[in-house]
């Protein structure tokens, strides 16, 4: 029973953990190339996940660097991020 418990918890965790403030994205490909020079990609909090997911649906194997705009900081724990 516990080991069913500490499943369920790593799966449902990360839901639960909420951003706030405003991120911008940048894409880049496996040789280095900027995909979006000419697109500006940004979210608010917790939708910088669907930002991440739906670029990283379109180019498999692209890397993000998550910026905060407030801090101009990369997003610590979210940043650099590999799409597989």
Do not use: W
């Amino acid at each position: 029973m516990k080991n069913i418990i500490l499943v369920l918890a790593v799966i449902f965790l990360p839901a639960c953990v909420t951003l706030s403030g405003d991120y911008q994205a940048f894409v880049f490909d496996t040789e280095g190339n900027q995909l979006n020079e000419n697109l500006i990609l940004t979210a608010s909090g917790s939708g910088i996940y669907s930002l991440r997911n739906s670029v990283c649906h379109s180019y498999p194997g692209a890397t993000l660097r998550i910026i905060d705009l407030d801090t101009g900081k990369e997003l610590e724990g979210e940043s650099p991020y590999h799409c597989h």
